[in-house]
T-cell receptor, first 111, second 114 residues
């Protein structure tokens, strides 16, 4: 079983819909990251969380440390949001520079 | 401020050859991490360097190695290439590699082994 599990693996939405991507992890962590990867490979960090909730524009990320679960929400989705969204964790303890990744969620938003 | 740069962007090699990939971090960042991304295994951590020292290593064979220079630029080397080494290789930099830091990713080097 992977240490970081995401669901769903694929998600198709119509423009304007509210989207939720879930992430569960089974190890102790120092932080959880949500990343976005567009075709071509470049990865952008969207959020880094160790507790609570963060919001940036139409994106909201939450984390529940007790339940080892995080969600990424996109409000009023747009075709430009189409990308792969990846949940990653910084393992607890001495873990310099290491991220452990989920398998990613492929999001397609149709106009 | 310039982002993380990686060279070359694309590379084609044959089995048995070796390859060296380069990563220049954001100015002021001293930690460089390397990752491999394949369709089958997803993203996996290779190793991390800080102040010219490898501090952390993933579960990859010894054919995968790296180094870091005094200006924080980093290289990774893969010797005796195998078909399964075909992948996107990404590096990421941060100030110190600490747990509370965001990593900034480069565009990647896409390696094809024939």
């Amino acid at each position: 079983k992977n240490e970081v599990e995401q669901s769903p693996q694929n998600l198709t939405a119509q423009e304007g819909e509210f989207i939720t991507i879930n992430c569960s992890y089974s190890v102790g962590i120092s932080a959880l990251h949500w990343l976005q990867q567009h075709p071509g490979g470049g990865i952008v960090s969207l959020f880094m969380l160790s507790s609570g909730k963060k919001k940036h524009g139409r994106l909201i990320a939450t984390i529940n440390i007790q339940e080892k679960h995080s969600s990424l929400h996109i409000t009023a989705s747009h075709p430009r949001d189409s990308a792969v969204y990846i949940c990653a964790v910084t393992p607890g303890g001495t873990s310099y520079g290491k991220l452990t990744f989920g398998q990613g969620t492929i999001l397609t938003v149709h106009p | 401020k310039a982002g993380v740069t990686q060279t070359p962007r694309y590379l084609i090699k044959t089995r048995g050859q070796q390859v060296t990939l380069s990563c220049s971090p954001i100015s002021g960042h001293r930690s460089v991490s390397w990752y491999q991304q394949t369709p089958g295994q997803g993203l996996q951590f290779l190793f991390e360097y800080f102040s010219e020292t490898q501090r952390n290593k993933g579960n990859f064979p010894g054919r995968f190695s790296g180094r870091q220079f005094s200006n924080s630029r980093s290289e990774m080397n893969v010797s005796t290439l195998e078909l399964g080494d075909s992948a996107l290789y990404l590096c990421a930099s941060s100030r110190t590699g600490g747990s509370g830091e965001t990593q900034y990713f480069g565009p990647g080097t896409r390696l094809l082994v024939l």
